[in-house]
Every structure is written in structure tokens, then in C-alpha cells.
């Protein structure tokens, strides 16, 4: 049999004489090629590169024969061969010389011939460090010879007999640091020290002495066993037990870790290093962070230094980081004193966590400490401190043991290159007190007690089992050990006993006795086997495990009983001493890594944590990403005492699980007779919220409606509620009953819904429950469990929690691509199962665009891409293609699979990312040998930066695949495809590690200099630009992404400030980079200005501090301007580049002063290095960022220059942010409108060149066009390929004026020139007032989805009891509060009422925290009721959408989010939250030229003078025209031009002069934006879908395509749609036709169960996709629907019909079945635009998409075609009668009403009233001289009747309508124009509508009347529309005001812009068409009772008041008469005209 994972074949366990034979594969011949039968790989044992360094000083000639005989036994064993081990041989005295090299050493009677020859030298000396140099450097140094990138171990073998005469330290170190194994075999006089300095760690390990040459032969197999143990731990074990350490060390969840590190003068740098990758390495073991394990750092020799504090932010790689950043501080030292330093820290009160979170404290020295550590150490651990000291060389072992207190706890190692070797214990003992901590198992021990054992050894094992047992949590529901002990008969010991004690179990092993008789293992394997049931002692649901320790081998056969054992859950762990078979020992266990091997029984202690490990290994020690929904039974059956256990039983859960945002997430409800929300998946965010709500909560019922709850847990599994299963995060639902369901008949459909929706169920039942209704609710997917009473439930709590961790949750960006073995071997079931382990790696991944992609190859003799990268971004379609990939059956070549698919899969050609430098992992599955070479094919993918993973499955040779991976760590062996299972945690956990680069480092100084700055003021001071992007450019700068030579790992940047005039302390040394240090520069002051000169660069070099070559160096300088002649500093930088300064790079400031010289001291910048940076650019970050990633290219990568390519598309969307602080409930905010056309904003800040735009002549003067977005600064082109710049010269001497250029956009203001002529004037703005807001940026990536409504908060005052016909809105806010400090940036606000939807905003540059934000909305006006309980949620409505009303009940769940507000003009809106970066945008669009102004008077020139103040405003005289200056900031806004021309022909105009358009006939003839949804519904089958994609191309085909700069042409995107909306493609992706087309093309059906909203997607479109698209007056936006079917929600299709009409988006649907909804929402369009193409199945679509071609897409304002409909004219024919109540009190200020009266105006015109016929009336709402006393009437402005002409109504309007200024009374003002305007006109309209233009809130004894008189106009039929003027009103009031739908009737307006007022207008105009085609109902169904309702007590009220008012005398306290004539205004008329509400009024009409 093969021994599978040794270097060596392990005949000294088998039978020399014993052979393996191979198997023959067939071969076949394909192509000419002839496959061989035999492999190309090692068939035994592991390769190696194996070089024997042979000490031949004198000795005698039979010592000589003892020695040969020796090294050819050692090799006799070996496979030397060339593709299995390789053999050197080097032979020494006083100098060395190669006898055998390693290229020639592959023929073992070669190497024995060799051994053979050797003879004894004369020289009496042996210089061993020289011989171990001199084989380093010529036998493993010969790059031809040596395979370590292959992944082949090297070993040495040093075998000597003397000491040395030279030293061996240095040559030993530098061996090992080349990762050579070195084994050392001692003779005779060979010095122990040597020995001990030569030997790798442990040195014990790999070392043998003996007294004489020939003691040598019966030492062979003992030294050959010590060769196989390193080599299995360092190949096979080392990366499975770290992984496991790993495991086991996250259950210590908390913990702070002291690290005191030596940095005295006794250590060199090299060993300084190894000592901090010691650090960075034992801190990958743990969870890092401020909640989780907690690490800081001290470093000492004299004194102490603090390098990271214990409250640091850095994760874990930015901790390893600032660990490997550390620069030794050299002196003496002093461990005494630097204890107790450190002990201050940890008892420092802000440094001790609350909880008794445990303590560790590790010291690492190198030498004795020169003053006493007794007494510190002492002290410390006085302090429950955990002491671990790690000493090195010279460390004293006195001292090691007196400051840890325990020689377990002290390591010591000979040199610091061996630190690594210690990593894994220290880890181990930090975690072990954790380890086992909750684990359940029963252990039986299976106890050795042969005469092989002997007395003594016997006694060793039973202190053995003792310290074990002592180690383990022994108690009922923890650890429990049971005792046979066996030889030729088996005998028990010890039972398992739940209720054991370690008392007894100790008692137990001290009464063994021992048996000393025959080695019968298989026997006691059968005997133990009984132990492991009930009837014995042990548990159910408890893992098993069985733990054999033996010496010898078995006398009988031991392969069926262990077999048998395993096979009933029983894992089997051997301990073999010595001579314990081996094979055996893998018979028994099965598995490598469940054998351990020990030399002797005293070793046996070093296997003490191995094996604790091994009891307490959890296959899921933490849950680590899952939506976890409980479902709790709180029924009458229920006691107190269960619902704690219960509650205990949840919280066990939640305290195993990794709570978090992006890991787990926990919701609850309980049921009884009705389920209630405890809690969703959102709710909370960290476990004590969690336990403490779990806690709480002790609400009990009555019955058991177990159904009902779980239908209504459907509710938690939403994205609104929390749930991440569109990112494919598993839903699990846990139900807890203990009695029969009243509802049983309907668990089955309901849990089968729940199961078809994703969700897998746990149903968990207790006592009386019925198991049929547990298998039911499991259903085929989830698991059911019964427990016999509440305590049983802690005994399944392992089985659960080990269920919920399949999913590991790994958030990376890479290319994952599988090479899968489809070779005849495996066979078709073993394919499926390799096919489900691909599923389930993928499971692990967030699949999608910009995130993780997947490609799959499979070979046999050929080779076959199943599908390539990128091809399905979507997990559910990627893993349905995975299964359906067929087997393909044939021979195995998998080096030319390797070849291939270098290209198939792993090029950008087939989609690769790697030139964007995106990770590329390749993993290579196989189950037999390869019958072709691997190691080049595998090497050359390495090398091109491809982390590669092998996975042999079966009958594999090891070689091979380290070969292939690479390196042992990425190697992965199982025996059979039913245990990849076992490995996929592991593969998955390396691959989502997120590594460091090795050797690629940039140090950078940053400095500050600022010459103008008072003493005393703060660093930033008068440098706004530089305070507010500091931040930002920072970030850029720090996270900068991997080098081409080693994508996917990041490199170390440090960053340091260097501020010499700082008043505080700030440390100039390096740092890694956090958001704090930018804080930090913020908050610092200075004594003085700053100056750059030489002596500044020459103290900023001194920082760097080390010359290391392999670390680039970058100085980076913020000036405001040189203060020494720029020759000098030029000299100065030029030294520095020399002395090995790799770049000094600039940024100007404002107020840059010699602007123009700066550039001239820097250099290291590329091809870049012709433009001066300053801090006015937008982009500054990013370009610092692209400078750095330069430099770290050609330092990392040897590249001499890094190209720039165009930016990219926009990146992916974030995750979502982490929870905000909980807030008051209120109500369910709006979504905005329309945004309002802002002002001309502040001159924006400095601006860098861009592109050319299209040269024109200057035209006649025109209007002012439509402002565009303004795009992000072009890039500077290259000039041809420009090397790096040479030395500067000096500046030469002025030259020739030049012509006028072209003006350039608006830059930094320049130094001043020599003397010129001054050119036209223009004035400088004056500096922004306090304002942040940043320059022009480029516009925002396109938004994503609209995401679900925030987190619910908790439970405010109640607020009033909203309308039953209304969808429910926020709780009312509670009192305002005490404004407190800005907080950090949190997330998203509470959602506001549908507001006006402002423009692009101006993103700024991600800054520190800003101003505080506006007040939020106001508190409550009432008094607040006392709390009632929760409502139920009402149902769902569709996304966006208002819920379905609810019955009039007390406040109910937060309502879902409105819709996003739609797209807006530029405007300034409320400052929003921090905003990412952009990507540069593209040019805008031309706007309309205007005429020729005025030339100003040119002043004269003057000569240079001092910098002055820009306060001069006459202009000068004329001068001559000068020179062009330097681009000066952007002037004023000027007055608005006249223009002569028409738009038409300015738009003609245009396309005569612009380059790009003339001579051009192209469709579209206007900029235009064009976007496709797809339907992907479920009922769309692949020929209707073939059909959409081929309209599209269809239409794309005859569509010209914007390609470049120039705005010809259409962008296109386009997207998918059913119940969701997604991107497909964007308009960034493609600027060529033919890719957009082939993309199209390519798009594919991606099947789904969802059903169809058109009108959610087209809102989508709206809000999000057109959100960023191109702005101007000439563009368009097109969007083009298409529809296999009815929309699920016809009512949303109206809603997006309006909002198109009022964004002017023109819509087309093109649907394959009649579609009367979307006719009759179109129908609302009065432009003729909207369009609905009906399309049959056997129609030839390309004639009425033609017509859509010719009317929409190509139509021509200008030259319109007459067979296009303009508009709808029988909307325009249709009267109507408007109202308008216009609120005139002092809530409206001046401004806001002049607005308002503007709006109405504008109205009116858009009513056509000589056409339509159209009255209008105008009421202002507060009646003059008003007083809550003295009741009056509204001021009338004029009525239906008053006049028929638009002009005189706008007349009256702005010369007669005054602002009235007093109280608000809408109630009493909508009363009176109801009663004596609307219902009392002559000739009523059908179509008739009451518009409110109100601010505020109205009077308080006014807001019943409010109330009553909207409900009754609403159900006199009247439409009501709100307009809200301001940031101020009452969300009751608002709510029940307009009429229903509320997206129809309601706008809130919150500034006063023009814009704004004209999206409402446009609004309104789209309002009243649906008015006049009656798309809503007057009044709506909904409101029939209320109306009915409210009639009766209307009549009852009038009747009492009536009689009130004929019995009571009349009064007139004023004793004077009112005139009637008076009476519109008087009260007397109010009285008069009032008429009593009759039912007829009321009459309902359908």
C-alpha cells in the first residue's frame, strides 16, 4: 500500500519486500499525439530537493565504510527519479566541493556510485559554515536545478563529526531563511551547540547524536522517521492545524492582547524583521477588532515606547500593517522597567473593558534583562493578567520563567528565523482557555496496556490522560470521558456518566492497572464500540469521539471494527508512539490529520493541546453569515421557567454567532392565538441588543396558531425588514412549539410557500408536540428535532448550529475559475458530487458585476471551456450551469489543460480581470495522476500573479499537486468526493484572505508648508480647500489598490507628517493609514509659518530613517509657494534623488505665489510631469492616488511606467451601511418631485484643462441656453510617449507673444507673469462664504436600486389615529429635543415627504464631518396620548408604493418607504451626505451659442506689482491687446442675452459650425439618452425574449451610436425588469456600436418565479437610470418598455405616467399582448408622445417600429414629419372648473407668495382657457384683520364668473392680490370656497378640482374644521390637491388633506426655485388630465362609508345648531350693522350662505 503523504516511502512500517503496482489507463492517440501510460509524476512519497553535506575531515577508513553504508541506507528508501526526489552531494574538510549536483542527481545508482567513491581528506579541520554556504549558494542557488517554484521542499542534511572551526550562525540563518529544512546528524566529537544553531526548530526534532560511525546503521530508521514527521508536518498537517488553531481561537470573541517587544541594540534589522512578521502572523490568528480581540504594542530597550494603543480602529490588516511599520529604537535593555509601563496601560480605567474580558500579556526579548522583572511580573499577573514570555538567543530562562510565572507558558527559540515555529503554540495556549468552552462530547479512552508498552511508560500515559482531562470542561452537558484499557483481552475502566466529575475520572486512571500481555487493538476496536450508546452512559446528539494511544503493532485486524465505528459517528484519533504501525494507525482513523505521531512517551505532552484541539473541534465554531428568524411559542402550556429556557436556548445562537450588518442577523417574533414582531432581521445589529430584547420580552397567550405565525414570519424575510437573500445569504427559520397547532390544516401550504421562497425551516418540538407537524413544516429541505422535555433542548443545540453554518460570507472581488477532471476515472456519480462542491464554494461568494466572477473549464486528453468569466453574474443561474456541465470521460493531460486555458479563461480576452489587477484564482480538481508534465504549465500561470489551488481526490500523487498549487498551502488531498465537504471551509476561508504584497512597500512624507500663517492658529487656517480634501486625498492616497505583479494583494503604504512648527506633539514616525490621522492634523496648531527651502527637504529626508531599496519613498509637499530661488531647491532635490528618493511630488494652494516654478524641484512623476497639481482640482486624490500607483509599479513590479488609461466605469454599489442610532418613530415620509432649478451658484473652485470642445464661430447673441451638468476635467493627454523628465533647466527668457488660445477652463489664479497688456476684463469672485461645497465635480455612477426603508426605531409617543382610508404614515415625532453634537456620519435620515426633486448634486469629495444638518421635521402638535400597543402590520404593498389602507386602529408598524423623487434640474438642494467620487464624465452637451456681448473697456497694462487684494471693480483704459494671461477664476453670472433667432435656428446654427456635426445626418438628430427594460418575468419563454432582443438590435442598427466627446448621437442602457429592475448595461459600458450590439446580443434570459410591475421599473428608470444621464436643452431621454403580459400592479403604471409627463422622459412600450392598463395611462399624455406598440405573436414588428423610429427616436422638432401625432386633443377640449386657495397668512413669507402667485399665473396659461373652456377661481385662505375672537371670511380674489380672459386673471393677480399676513385658517377658507364657490357656480363642470398652495400649519381651533371640510369635499367629488410650501407643516394634517391615490394629489415644495415651481406646474397640468379622463374616482370607492358616515353627524350637528340659532335672540355686540353689500367679507354672510350638507350633496357615484 502507498503511504500517501510522506517524502519517503514508509517501508520501515511495511513490508520492505511489499510492492505497489500501478494501474494502466488505456491510451489513445488524438492529433497525432501519442498519450503514455505512465505518469508523469512521483508515484511514491513526496519530491524534494534533498542535498547531503558530508563532513569527510580525517577520519579512518572503516568509519569511513560505516558512513557511506549509512547514506545509502537513508536514500535506498527514496524514489530518486526525475520527477520525484532529487539528490545533491556535497563533501567538505576545510573547503567544500559538489559531487553530485541536483540536475544530475536523479539516478539513484548514479548517487550511490558517488557515496561509494568517497574517501577521508587529510585536513584535519572542517569548516561547516562554509561548506553550508557554499551548498546554499552553488547547489540550491543553481537556478536550473532547483524546483522551489515548483513548490518542492528543499532539505539538507548536514552529517559531521567534529566541531566547526569557522562559525556556523550566519550560514545556518541564511539556509533557513531560504526555507531549507536542515537535519543534522551528529557524530562522535560534533559540537551540541553547532548542532543546536544549525538545526531547524524544534531543534530536537531534527537532529540524531551518536557516540560512533557505526552506531550510524542502527540509527537509519530512527533519523529516516524524524525526515517523514517534518516533512508531513510542513506539507500535509502545517496548513490544516493552523486552520484549525484559527478555528478554535474564535471563540475567544474578546480579548485584549499586550505585546512588549524588544527593540534594543543586541538585535540587527533582519532579526528585527522576522520578530515583527512573528507579530503580524500570531495576530492572523485571531478576530480583530474594537469589539472583538484587541491588540496594542510596546516596544522597549532603555525606555519605552508605545507603538499602538489598545483603543487603535485598524482592522486586522491594517494592524499587521502598523506592526510591520515599527522602527527598532536600538539601546539597551530593560525589560523590568518596560513591564511596568505596560502594566500601567492595561490598568489604565479607558483601556479595562467592562465584563472580565481576559487579558494576555506577551513578551519577546532577546537577551537578559539589565534590570529585575521578578517584581513587575509579579504585579502583573497579580492583575489577572495571562504572562507569556517568548525568549531568543541570549535570553535568560531565569527571567523567562519569572515573568510568565509557568514554564508552559515560556517558549525559547535559537535564533528569531524560527519564530514562526512557535506561532501556532502561542495561539494555542492564548486560546485555549476558550476552546473548549459550550462543547458537548462524549470521549471514550481506548488505552494501550501491551507489554510492549513497559511499566514505566505505562505510568507516563496515565499522567498523560490525567493533564488531558484536567485541561477539558468535564460536566453534564460539557465533556464527558470514559476508560478501556486493552492487550490480548479488553477491560473497562470508566463508563461514561453524564453527571461525571473529573474527581472520578482522575480516580479512575490512578486504579488502572497494567496488563502486559499481547497487542489486540482490532479486538478492544469491537469491545469499546458498546461504550458509544445509551445504554452505556452515553448522550444523544453529542458528538464521539474515540481516542486510541498505542506503541506497537495490532496482532489482529483493526480495518472492519474501526470501520464499523466510524460508519456510527464515531471519530477515531490515534496516538502512535514510536513503534506504532503507521498504517495501522491510517486504517483505523482514516484521515492524516486525525494520526499523531510522537517519538517517545515523553513527548507525549507536546500532543496535549493537539488533542484538546482535536475533543473540542466544532465544525462550526461561530455562525458566520445567515438571516436567522425565531419563532417562538409563547402558549398557555408555556411556564415562566420554560420560556427562560427557551429564551436561553435562543441566546445560545445569538452569543455563537458573528453579529453583524454583513455577517449575522437575528429576528423574532412569538405567536400564540396571533403572532407580534419582537424584532426583525434589521432591528439590531450587535448581540447584547439582541439578548437584552429577547430578555424582556415575557408575553404569553393562550392557544397555538402555529400556521398563522408562520405565515406571518413571511413578512421578516424582506429586504425592507432586513433580509439579504438577493445577495444570497441563507434564510433560516427556526419554529419552537411544544403543543399541537389550532391551524394544523394549513402548516403544509404554508410552510411549502415559505420553503418555495428560499426559506429553510427548523422545526423544533417539545413535549406534547405532534412530529407529523414538525416533518410538515421542515418540509424536503429543513430538519425537524423533538426533545421530550425543555431541558433536551441544549442537547440539538450543536446539531442546529451546526446546520446554520454553510455559509461563510465572503465579501471579495476576484475571478474564480474551476479546471475540473473529466477524465474516465472518476465516473458519473463522482462527477455530480465534484459538480455540488463547486456549488457550494460558490455559495460562499457574492456573485455579480464587480464583484466575484466564475469560469469553469473541463479536461481529459482535450480540453473544453464550459463558460467563461462573466458570462452568468447572477449565483442561482451560475450554479444551475455548473450542474447541467455533462461528464466528458477520456484520459487525464493536465498540463496541457494548464496551457489552455491560460487563454480560455484566464486573459482579458475571455473576460479576465486581471489588467484591472482583480485576484485570479484558478482551482484544478482531479483523482488521479496526470500522464503530462505540470510543474511548467502551473509555474507559468504563477508567475503571471494566479493564485492556483490543486485538489486531489483519491489515488493522487502529492507531488503533483504541490506542483500545481504551488505550495503546500494551497494543496488540498481528500480520499474520496464524499469529503470535499471537508476541505471547502478551508479552500474558501484562504482564498478570502485578504493578503499583503511581499516586498512592496511605499513610505510617504507629507508636509505642509504655509508661509502666510499666524502664530497660534491651526494648521489649516485659510486654506479651506486643503482643511475639507485633506481627508479625501488622504484615503485616495493610503488604499491603494495591488500592483500588476501581484493582483489581489495589497501593498504596505505608511504615511508621515512632518509639521516642525507644530505647537503639539506629533511623532514624525511612520504610520499605516487611518481616518484618525486626518483628525488629528485638523485639531493641530502651529507656532508659526512654514517655509520650503533646502534645509525643509534635507530634515524631511532624515525621517525616512533606512535606505531599503525594496521600499519606494515619496515626499509629498502642500505649498503655498517656493521661499528660495528655485535653483537652489532644484539642487537640493536633485541629492535627494540620488541619495534614493524615488519621487517629491507638489500640491499648490490658494494663494500659490511663483505658481509656475514649482514644478521644477520635482520629479519621480512620469509621464505626468508637465503640469503643476494644485488643490483645486476636483480629482486631486485621485491623481496623488495614480502618482503613488506609479511609483509602486516600478518599485514593486521593475515596471518602468504605469499608462493611464481612461477612467472607468462607475465601481459597485457599497453594501449597506452600518445601523444609525435608533430615532424616533414618525411618520412614512414622500417621496420627493421634481427638483427646482437653482440659482447660479458661487464660482466654483479652480478647474484643471480638458479636452477641446468643437470650435465654433462666435454667433449671434442669444438666450441664455439650459445649464448642462458640468463633467469631470479631462485628463491630460499624452504627448506622444515623453520619457521621464530630464533635469530642469532654468527658465528661459520670455518668448514671443503667441496667438490667442482657445479660453481654457477656469484654474488655479496664477502667479503673476512678467509685464503685459492686460486682455478683457473679468472679476475675480471673492473667496466662497464658509462654504464647503466643492467645485465642479463629474456626475455621480448611475444609482442603484432604490433600496428598502431604513431600520425601524423603536417605539415613540404615540401619534394621532390616522384616517382608515389612508396608508398609514410615521408615528408623529416626539417633542423636539436637545439639539446634541454632530455625530459621525450615520445612515440615512427618516424618509421625507414627497418633496421637489433637485438636480445632480454637486458631490464633493468624501470629507470629515460637516456642519450640522437641517432641523429635522417638527415634534408633535398635540399633547401626546398615553402608549398603546402595536398594531399589526398591514400588508405589503408593492415596493415604493403606499401600503393598502388599514382599518382605524391604534398606531401600526412604519410604513414602507415612498418612491424616490424623480430627476430635476441643476439646482442647489440641502447639503446631502458625503458622496463617493464619480467617474470622470464625459464632455457635456453643446449648449445654445449666444450673441457677441459688449467688449468691456480694456485696461492699460501695467507693470508687475505686489500681490494686492481683488477688490478693484473700474475698468481701466483701452489697451493693446497682450498676451493671454493664465486662466483666471470664473467671473459673475451675467445679465440674460436677447436673441433674434429662434431656436430653430440656433440649433441650425450649431450643426453648421460644430466639426463633429457637420455635414451629419443622423438618428437621432438630438443628444439622447435611450434606455431598454426587458421583461424577464416568469412567463416570458426564450423565443419572446429572442424577439425583445432582436427590437433592440433592430433599432440600435439604424441609431447612431455616441462614441467620443462629441454629442451626436444616442448613450444606451439597458435593463432588466419583473418584480425587480436591473442593470444589464449602462450607458458608461460601451462607446462602440458593435460591442453595445454584441452585448445586446449576448444578454440571456435569466429564468425567475417572479411576476411583472412595469410601472415599478419604469418609476426605477426614472429615478435612478436618467437620474445621471446627460443635461441640456436639445436632450432627450427615451425610454422603450417592453411587456409580455398584465402588470401585477396597473395602478403604478398611471403614477410613472405622470412623473414622465412632468420630467419630460417620452416613454414607449412595446407589448406582445393587449394592454388596457398602459392605454389608459398613457392616455394622460397631452404632447402625443407617449407610445403603445401592440406586437402579435406572428406580426412582423419592423413596421411599427419604424413608425417609433421615425415619430420618436429620429422626429425633428425643427423639420417635423407631418404623419407624426403631436398631442391629444381630446384632452385639450374638456373643461374644467379650478379652484385655487391660495394661503395668505404669515406662515407664507414675502417671497414664498410672490412664487406662488407666479405659479398660479402660470397655470392659468397652460389651462387654454379660449379652448377648453377652463374657469378659474382664486380664494386666499386668511380673512383679513383676522382673529380667532372675530370668525371672518376668506378674501375673495375672483370667481368662476369674474372673468373669462387668462390675462386679466394674471392681472388681478399681480396688481390686486395683496399678502394678507395673518393667522392660518385652511379649514375655515377651504369651508367657505367649498360652500360658496365650488358647489354653488352656475353651469357646474363634470371636471372639477380644488388646487391648495399652503405653508405651515393652520391655527389649532381651525385644524378640526380642516379635518371635517377636506372629508367633505372629497366626498362631494371634488379633486384636492396640495401644494406645501417649506420645510414646516403637520404630518397628520398633511395626510388627511388631498384626495387618494396621495402620489397623484400631493406636492411638497421645500425652497423657493424656479425649477421647482415648474416641475410642479407641469405636475399639476398632468394632475388635471387625469382629472379630466377620470383616471382616479371623485370620490373613491374606499371612502363610501366614511362619506355615509360623516353625512349623518353632519346633519345632526346642523340640525342642534339651527335650533340654537332660531331660540336665541340676535346680537350684534359691536351695536352696529353690517352692510350687505359687504357681506363677501363680513360675518353675517358666512351665517346667511351656509347650506346645510343633504345627502344629496353626498351622492355617491361610481
Known sequence: MKFLFGLLVAVIWLDLSSTQGTGTKPSITKTSKTISNASAVCSKGIATDLVLMVDISQHTSSENKDLKKFLIDVLSHLEISEYCVHVGLVAFSNEAKVIVSLNTGVNKLLVNKHIEDLQPSAQKIANIGGAINYTRIEVFGDALASRKNQGIKPISILVTHKSSADSVIEAAYLLRKEAIRTFVVGISEANVTQMNEIASHPTQDYQIRVKTFSDLSTNADHFLKKIVNAVERDIVFSADQTHQIRQGCQKTELADIYLLIDGSGSITNVDFSEMKTFLADLIDMFDIGPQKVRVATVQYSDSSQREIDIGNNYNKIQLKMQIKNMWQLGGGTKTGAAINVTRELIVDPKNVRAGNVPVYFIVLTDGASQDSVKEAAVIIRENKVKVFAIGVKGANQTQLEEIAGDSNRVQFVNNFDSLKDVKNLIAQQICSSKVCDKVQADVMFLVDSSRTMGKDNFNKMKEFLKSLVNKAEVGPRKVQFGIVQFSDISMEVLQLNKNGTKAIILEAIDKMGYLEKGTYTGKALEFVSQYFTENKGARPWFKKLLILITNGKAEDDVALQSQSLRDSGVNIISVGIFNANKTQLEEISERPGKIHYVESFE????????????????????????????????????????????????????????????????????????????????????????????????????????????????????????????????????????????????????????????????????????????????????????????????????????????NKGCEKEADISFLIDGSWSIGLSEFEKMKDFMVSIIDDFDIGLGKVHVGVAQYNETFKTEFQLKTYLDKKTLQYMIKNITWMNGNTLIGNALRQIDSALLSPSANSRINEKVQQILIVITDGDSQDEVATPANALRSKGIFTYAVGVGQVSETQLIQIAGDSERRFYVRTFDELKDIKERLVADICVQRLAENCSLDVIVAFDLSTIPSGANLFHGQKLLEVRIANILHSMMNLGSASCTPGAIPQINVAFYVPNSSTSLTPNFHTYSSDLAQTLKVISVNGPSYLTTSVLQSMWKTFRTNNAGKAKMMLIFTDGLDEKVEDLEQTAEDLQRQGLNALVTVALEGTKEYDNIKHIEFGRGFNYNYQMNIGMPDIGFRLSRQMSQLNEKTCCCVFCECDGLRGPPGRYGGRGIKGSTGVKGYQGYSGEQGMEGDRGLPGLMGVHGDHGCAGTRGPKGNRGLPGDKS?????????????????????????????????????????????????????????????????????????????????????????????????????????????????????????????????????????????????????????????????????????????????????????????????????????????????????????????????????????????????????????????????????????????QSPCELIDFIRQTCPCCQGQTTCPVYPTELVFALDMSSDVKPPNFKRMTDIVTYIMTNLTIRGGNCPVGARVAVMSYNKHTNYLVRFSDFQSKDKLLNAVKNISLESSNKGRDIGACMRFVARNVFKRSLQGATVRRIAVFFSNGRTDDPASISTAAMEYNALGIIPAVITFTPAPAIKRAFSIDDSGTFQLIEITANMDFKPSVQTFLTCTLCYDTCKPDVSCVESNSELKKAPIDVGFLLDSSYNMNTEKYEEARNFISTVIDGLDIPNTGARVAVVSSTPPGFSPDDEGNPYLEFDFSTYSNAKLMKRHLQENSHHLRDPPTFGLSLKWMLENIMSKTSDPKKNKAIIMILSGETSQWDKQNLKEVSLEAKCKGFALFALFIGRTYNNTELMELPSSPTEHHLLLLDQVHKSNYEYATRFIRTFLNSVKISINKYPPPELKTKCSSFTNSRKKRLIVTQNKVQSAPPKNPSGKSKNKSDSITGKQAATSKNVPLTTDSVKFSN
Request: glycine share 20%; net charge negative.
Open 603 to 806: 513527548t507525549l505532552r507536546f500532543k496535549e493541546d493537539d488533542l484538546l484541539d482535536d475533543i473540542c473541534k466544532e465544525d462550526c465554531p461561530r455562525i458566520q453569515q445567515a438571516d436567522i428568524v425565531f419563532v417562538i411559542d409563547t402558549s398557555s402550556s408555556i411556564s415562566i421557567e420554560k420560556a427562560k429556557i427557551m429564551n436561553s436556548f435562543v441566546i445560545s445562537f445569538v452569543n455563537k454567532s458573528d453579529v453583524a450588518a454583513n455577517k449575522v442577523q437575528f429576528g423574532a417574533l412569538k405567536y400564540a392565538d396571533d403572532p407580534y414582531k419582537m424584532f426583525y432581521l434589521n432591528s439590531y445589529n450587535n448581540k447584547n441588543d439582541i439578548i437584552k430584547a429577547i430578555e424582556m420580552d415575557t408575553s404569553t397567550g393562550v392557544n397555538t396558531y402555529t400556521a398563522k405565525a408562520l405565515q406571518f414570519s413571511k413578512g421578516f424575510f424582506t429586504e425592507r425588514h432586513g433580509s439579504r437573500q438577493p445577495r444570497g445569504v441563507p434564510q433560516y427559520l427556526i419554529v419552537i412549539t411544544d403543543g399541537d397547532s389550532h391551524d394544523w390544516d394549513k402548516l403544509n401550504e404554508t410552510s411549502e410557500s415559505l420553503e418555495n421562497d428560499g426559506i429553510t425551516i427548523f422545526a423544533i418540538g417539545v413535549d406534547k408536540a405532534k412530529t407529523n407537524e414538525l416533518v410538515a413544516m421542515a418540509g424536503s429541505k429543513g430538519k425537524w428535532f423533538f426533545v421530550e422535555n425543555f431541558d433536551g433542548l441544549n442537547e440539538i443545540f450543536q446539531n442546529i448550529s451546526d446546520a446554520l453554518c454553510q
Open 1272 to 1540: 469631470d476635467n479631462g485628463e491630460p493627454g499624452l504627448d506622444g510617449l515623453n520619457g521621464e523628465e530630464g533635469k530642469s533647466g532654468h527658465p528661459g527668457k520670455k518668448g514671443e507673444n503667441g496667438e490667442n488660445g482657445e479660453q481654457g477652463k477656469s484654474g488655479l489664479r496664477g502667479a503673476k507673469g512678467d509685464e503685459g497688456h492686460i486682455g478683457p476684463k473679468g472679476s475675480i469672485g471673492n473667496p466662497g462664504i464658509k462654504s464647503t461645497i466643492n467645485g465642479p465635480p463629474g456626475p455621480k455612477g448611475e444609482l442603484g436600486m432604490e433600496g428598502e426603508p431604513g431600520l425601524e426605531g423603536k417605539s415613540g409617543e404615540p401619534g394621532a389615529v390616522g384616517s382608515e382610508s389612508l396608508p398609514g404614515r410615521r408615528g408623529t415625532s416626539g417633542p423636539t429635543g436637545i439639539k446634541g453634537n454632530p455625530g459621525e456620519t450615520g445612515a440615512v435620515g427618516e424618509q421625507g415627504f414627497r418633496g421637489p426633486q433637485g438636480g445632480p448634486g454637486i458631490p464633493g469629495i468624501k470629507g470629515e464631518t460637516g456642519r450640522n444638518g437641517l432641523d429635522g421635521l417638527p415634534g408633535s402638535f398635540g399633547i401626546p396620548g398615553s402608549a398603546g400597543e402595536r398594531g399589526n402590520p398591514g400588508t405589503s404593498g408593492k415596493k415604493g408604493e403606499p401600503g393598502d389602507p388599514g382599518e382605524k386602529g391604534n398606531p401600526g408598524n412604519v410604513g414602507q418607504r415612498g418612491p424616490m423623487g424623480e430627476n430635476g434640474k441643476n439646482a442647489i438642494g440641502v447639503p446631502g451626505r458625503k458622496g463617493i467620487k464619480g467617474p470622470q464624465g464625459r464632455q457635456g452637451v453643446i449648449g445654445i451659442k449666444g450673441v457677441q456681448g459688449d467688449l468691456g473697456v480694456v485696461g492699460d497694462g501695467g507693470k508687475n506689482g505686489e500681490k494686492g487684494q481683488s477688490l478693484i471693480t473700474e475698468k481701466g483704459k483701452v489697451g493693446d491687446p497682450g498676451t493671454p494671461g493664465d486662466p483666471g477664476r470664473r467671473g459673475q453670472k451675467g445679465i440674460q442675452g436677447q436673441t433674434d
